[in-house]
């Protein structure tokens, strides 16, 4: 199965520590983005990135959060000092262009901060 | 200010029988729309989508309706199908934006 990996699947972290996503995009793809869900709602769009590149960070909050896609190896969400309101679902999706519709989802990290 | 509703937030209907999953948007900017389909522990993956320009699109058992006028579309499921229970996100976008906003989803239920 060459879809979009990530991991890991359940991320438990206290108040405070740094807690690092990993997505792996579909081979072949070159571009990621982060959504992230809370309990009994949608989707939230974080950011989006291209090898290398940052192209849109809109949806991710000043502080404590970064995403980088570097030329060799995954796609991380680094999130610093945690609080307990980050816990949520973290997907991860990637996609050949930037039409919306080819987004392959992972199956998502579940952060709890305790 | 959510950009994109659906209200119920789940769905029982007998197997064989039509399933209508609903959802409202209010930023007349969207110009398209997809559903995604997710089920427990893994991610969403695409179902159906439609443009602006059409008013309905049809794949297999799947059809979606698009009402621009009352900002509404709905995804028809006819028949279900126990495999079919799932949680069906609406998620819209404007074409010259990437960024997908989502719907909370609407958890169907598929009786034998």
């Known amino acids: 199965n060459a879809g979009v990996m990530q991991n890991p699947r359940h991320l438990v972290r206290r108040r405070g520590q740094e807690a690092r996503l990993r997505c792996s995009p579909v081979k072949g793809h070159s571009h990621v983005y982060w959504y992230r869900q809370l309990p009994e709602e949608g989707l939230k769009f974080m950011v989006y990135?291209?090898?290398?590149?940052?192209?849109?960070e809109s949806g991710m909050p000043k502080e404590r959060f970064s995403a980088e896609f570097p030329k060799e190896g995954p796609s991380i969400l680094r999130i610093q000092q945690v609080v307990r309101g980050d816990s949520a679902a973290y997907f991860c999706?990637?996609?050949?262009?930037?039409?919306?519709?080819?987004?392959?989802f992972g199956s998502g990290t579940q952060l709890s901060v305790l | 200010d959510q950009q994109v509703k659906q209200n119920s937030p789940s769905l029982s209907v007998q197997e064989g029988r039509i399933s209508i999953l609903n959802c409202d948007y209010t930023n007349s900017m969207f110009d398209y729309f997809l559903w995604y389909k997710k089920y427990p522990a893994e991610g969403p993956t695409f179902l159906i989508s439609i443009s602006s320009i059409k008013d309905k699109n049809e794949d297999g058992r799947f059809t979606v309706f698009l009402n621009k006028s009352a900002k509404h579309l709905s995804l028809h499921i006819v028949p279900s199908q126990p495999g079919d229970s799932a949680v069906y996100f609406c998620?819209?976008?404007?074409?010259?934006?990437?960024?997908?906003?989502w719907g909370a989803g609407t958890k169907l239920i598929i009786k034998p």
């Open positions: 998620a819209a976008s404007a074409r010259s934006n990437y960024q997908l906003i």
């Open positions: 990135l291209q090898k290398e590149n940052i192209i849109d």
């Open positions: 999706a990637s996609s050949k262009d930037r039409e919306n519709e080819k987004l392959f």
